[in-house]
């Protein structure tokens, strides 16, 4: 059986704050000793996309970590949230979703989730259940809850409020709508995103306000995506999707900087804290090579969304196509047809490469198109098919097709 000292530990590592820390200190210790039931953690996700991305999964690795102590995980898919928009981190309003819009993005959340939580001790909940059935009187009265001066504490109301840009009513309402949802699941500790930090303590008002014991708050860093530098995000299109192929995973993992291996290796993979130190001080002292580091992160990555096998594979093909520089065996294959010649710019669009002519010239322009390993120069080339069938087609060093 784990010790108090020892949940404490777990359940509190890699947070940026957890609070209060003396209640969630002793709320942990009596659930570990037995003086009270175990904790009901929630999270709550907007299903404002189809799918969840490794960015998502640094919080649903915390609610794990309740799971392994017997803790309740509450995962709250924000079936009526998502449809207000959450406004946090914005410096204008979010695009309104219609409810047919937010049900196909949720479609597929919980087998996404699946992939990291454990199958129990788990609920899954639909907040459209409580919130949609709101009556006029009970929104009013939510609302009289919490005064305008409040809301505007908020760091990016506050700029957008300076900046004269429009602030929504609707946006007003969404912490609100946040808190409720941790009143009707009763929960005792909400996870969280530090940009969630504001709506998080909401809950804490309006449980207090319920005459519930107020739950306590732990909130995770947020993780950059691909590029180093923007918060992981389809709109900053620096994604690693939790349902991408173990291959284009890895290769995405093996884009990031260097400086955030450390950060990824403690918040998505399995890795124990005192074995990222390890890591840590081997990059700080120049013992550690920065790519072999990537190469171990990477792996850890696939490993905990696929397996080992899927792991393994992934890493082959990246060192068949970036370390020897070879053409993977199985690159997309494209048709030819009855086209002959084939224009340059037409064929690089035609096969995926390009999104449109004048980013299939410009790609040609820059040196970035071969055909076998050999650049091809002139963006205003007609190509006899003749001389293409068999060969391989290749923009940058990750995207190929097979010509036939």
């Known amino acids: ?71 309740t995980a509450v995962l709250i898919i924000g079936g009526f949230t998502a449809q207000v928009g959450d406004p946090s981190g914005r410096s204008t309003a979010r695009p309104r979703l219609t409810a047919e819009e937010v049900a196909a993005n949720a479609a597929t959340y919980l087998e996404q989730a699946g992939k990291v939580l454990l199958p129990e001790p788990l609920e899954v909940l639909d907040n459209s259940a409580w919130l949609a059935s709101m009556t006029l009187p009970d929104v009013l009265g939510l609302m009289a809850q919490m005064t305008v001066a409040r809301m505007l504490e908020r760091s990016d109301f506050a700029a957008r409020y300076r900046s004269g840009k429009p602030i929504a009513i609707s946006e007003f309402l969404y912490p609100l709508l946040q808190g409720q949802d941790s009143v009707a699941v009763r929960s005792d500790v909400e996870v969280g995103g530090t940009d969630q930090t504001f709506n998080l303590l ?103 969304l696929h397996d080992t096998d899927a792991a393994s594979a992934a890493e082959a093909r990246f060192n068949t196509q970036f370390r020897d520089r070879d053409v993977p065996a199985d690159v997309p294959e494209f048709d030819l047809g009855g086209t002959d010649p084939w ?32 650049i091809l120069e002139d963006p205003t080339a007609d190509l006899p098919s003749d001389a293409l069938r068999g060969r391989v087609l290749q923009v940058g060093r990750r995207r190929y097709a097979r010509l036939r």
């Not at 404490?8 to 037995?34: D, M």
């Not at 953690?41 to 794990?64: E, F, N, S």
């Not at 690089?348 to 076998?372: E, N, P």
Request: net charge neutral; glycine share 8%; with cysteine.
């Open 202 to 304: 909401v809950g804490r008002e309006l449980q207090a306000a319920a005459g519930q014991s107020p739950q306590c708050v732990l909130t995770l860093p947020l993780l950059e995506g691909t590029d180093g530098v923007a918060k992981m995000s389809k709109t900053a299109d620096n994604v690693i999707g939790i349902d991408d192929p173990p291959a284009e995973m890895f290769g995405k993992v093996m884009r990031i900087p260097d400086g955030l291996i450390v950060k990824y290796l403690r918040l998505v993979t399995d890795l124990l804290p005192h074995e990222v130190d390890v890591v840590a001080a081997g990059l700080a002292d120049g013992t550690a090579h920065p790519g072999e580091a990537k190469r171990r992160l990477a792996r850890e990555v696939v490993v905990s």
């Open 343 to 374: 224009f340059l710019p037409s064929l690089l669009v035609a096969a995926q490469l390009a999104s449109s002519g004048s980013d299939a010239r410009r790609k040609v322009s820059d040196g970035a198109v071969r055909l076998d390993g050999t």
């Open 1 to 71: 059986m784990s010790t108090a000292a020892e949940q404490l530990r777990v359940l509190s590592a890699g947070a940026e704050q957890v609070l209060p820390a003396e209640e969630f200190t002793r709320l942990v210790a009596a659930a570990a000793e037995g003086r009270r039931p175990p904790l009901r953690a929630k999270l709550g996700l907007d299903p404002t996309r189809p799918d969840i991305h490794l960015g998502h999964t640094v919080q649903l690795r915390k609610l794990r970590d309740f799971q392994r102590y017997g803790h």
